[in-house]
C-alpha cells in the first residue's frame, strides 16, 4: 500500500491576547497542529496543568513545552474524551482551550460549562489545490478542515473510499452528502487497519 501525505490546511495566528479574565488552571489542545502554534507564539505558566486529547497530541506536548502532561483522551470520539476530562477538572478550576476561527466547538458544547474558555488564536486556510492527475483508492480526513480542503482542493470527483474519525469530521462529510467509513478511536494503528482491511491486504 503506498500512502501520499497531504495537508490541505495551514494555520495562521491571529495575534489574540489571553485576557486576565480567562486566568486559567488548565490548558487543554485537541490536536498536534494547535500544540505547535500556540507554543510558537505564547507561554505558560509552570504552574499550569495540561490535557491532551490523544497520545500524538500528548507527544507534540511534551516535545514543545517540555513538562508533564497530566491528562491524556483514550476514549473513543472527541465527545467522550472531554467528558472524561471534565470529570477530572474541579468546580472551582478554569480550562483554556486554544481553538481556531472555524471551530465548530464540538467540544466546548459537549461540556457547556462556564469553567471552559475557548480562545481563538488562529484561522484556518485552505491550502492550494491538489494536482488533479492523483488517483486515490481511499483517502483519511482527520479533522473537519481537512475534510473542507478534501472538498475544496479535490472536490467529490474523487471516486475513492473517504475515512474519517468518528465524531464531528464524518459528521461534516455526511453534512456534505458524503459516504465515509468512521475510525472509532484516535490510535494510528487503527487507521492503518481499517484502510487495510478496505483495501484486502494484511500487511
Known amino acids: 500500500m503506498s500512502i501520499l501525505q497531504h495537508n490541505f490546511i495551514s494555520l495562521q495566528p491571529n495575534n489574540a491576547s489571553i485576557k486576565a479574565s480567562e486566568k486559567y488552571d488548565w490548558l487543554f489542545f485537541s490536536s498536534p497542529k494547535s500544540v505547535r502554534l500556540f507554543s510558537e507564539n505564547y507561554s505558560i505558566n509552570s ?60 467540544v466546548l458544547n459537549a461540556v457547556d460549562s462556564d469553567n471552559w474558555f475557548g480562545f481563538i488564536f488562529y484561522k484556518t486556510v485552505i491550502s492550494d489545490k491538489m494536482h488533479s492527475g492523483f488517483q486515490f483508492d481511499a483517502a483519511f480526513l482527520s479533522s473537519p478542515s481537512q475534510a473542507e480542503g478534501w472538498l475544496t482542493s479535490v472536490g467529490n470527483g474523487q ?7 468518528a465524531g464531528s469530521s464524518n459528521l461534516y462529510l455526511e453534512s456534505q452528502g458524503i459516504d465515509c467509513i468512521a475510525v472509532d478511536n484516535f490510535k494510528r494503528e487503527s487507521v492503518f487497519k481499517a484502510l487495510n482491511s478496505h483495501l484486502g491486504q494484511t500487511d
Open 47 to 106: 504552574n499550569v496543568k495540561l490535557a491532551a486529547l490523544s497520545e500524538r497530541t500528548k507527544h507534540e506536548m511534551e516535545l514543545k513545552f517540555n513538562t508533564k502532561v497530566h491528562f491524556v483522551g483514550s476514549e473513543k470520539s472527541v465527545v467522550e474524551t472531554a467528558l472524561k476530562f471534565n470529570q477530572v477538572v474541579t468546580t472551582t478550576e478554569k480550562v483554556l482551550f486554544p481553538i481556531g476561527e472555524d471551530s465548530r466547538r464540538t
Open 159 to 165: 471516486k475513492c473510499q473517504i475515512f474519517s474519525f
